[in-house]
């Protein structure tokens, strides 16, 4: 599935990156939905990734992007939500492969871990990968039985 409506969100670390990511997006022809902050004003986190991840898990965005410090807290409260695999990324490989074999649904960086060129790479990476299903699928699966269950059987095996 190819990405073409995306939701973003972010901390009051994060708002210049989340500003030069969005108009990064949109000129390349993406339709972005900003539901993080616009201020500098302190913000927590869990509000812009459970947002974000609302919208992805609900089929109203087909992926989404996150950032506050370092992406960590941002990406935690996201994964809370059931059906979101988000992936914290300081390189594009990691995020490339997210796609390719763990079908992740959002990408998260940190604004205080890298610059803006490496965000653009991470989310080109992102972006441009399919994920492969095949064999990765079983894993996914044990991913969701995890998340659905807290009990993995293949575990007990
Ligand atoms: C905010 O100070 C900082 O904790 C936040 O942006 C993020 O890095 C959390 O994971």
Redesign the pocket.
Known sequence: MAFKKLAIGN?H??VDMKNEIMAYLQEKGYEVINVGTDSPERFN?PVSGYKVARMVADGEVDGGILI???G???SLSANKVQGIRCVTCSEPYSARLSRQHNNTNIVAF?A?VIGIETAKDIVDAWLGAEYEGGRHQVRIDMIAEIEQTQHLAAAEE
């Open positions: 901390d670390v994060a986190y506050c410090g370092t960590v807290g941002i940190g205080r």
